[in-house]
């Protein structure tokens, strides 16, 4: 547990600083989570830990592909789910449930404070009314200049590791 709270610090601090996440930190804490999901279930553990990632990663490279999350954020996420031995398959569906959750819940703040995140808000309306009525999907555009509009999901994945950890969800 150890191993993934020092990724997390590592991963929030280059995140605020330049909007990237290591991939040498990412390395590390997939490296701890397989080793722990080995240790735990042997094979069959690393396997299971092994197929959570990649389902992490099929079901969010989509939202990267479109701009939507950033590719630190995918691999933080498939990090996530090479400790999903230790969390039970349960446990990774609550973990991705609070964390999206607090974001929305940081969104909602910025959007309120914002008039920049108001607007981003007006730009997803009209990005699916597009997707929508014609189905074409564009790129997702995001302009990492105006801070104020952006979310970084580390923070809120940390957060939820953290109210994992204290038992206030399993």
Known sequence: MGILIGVFCVAIFTDWRSYRIPNVCIMVGMTGGLIQAYR????????????????????????????????????????M???????????????MFVTLMLAAMVSMIKMAVYTQSRERLFYLARYLKKAVLTGAIDEYEIDKTQRCCVVRLSIPAFISLILMCAGVYC
């Open 40 to 79: 735990s279930l042997s094979w069959s553990g690393l396997i299971c830990a092994l197929g959570a990632a990649a389902m992490l990663f099929l079901v969010f490279y989509p939202f990267y592909l479109l701009g939507a999350l950033g590719a630190g954020d995918v691999k933080l996420f498939m990090m």
């Open 81 to 95: 789910g090479c400790y999903q031995t230790w969390m039970g398959s349960d446990g990774l569906i609550h973990y």
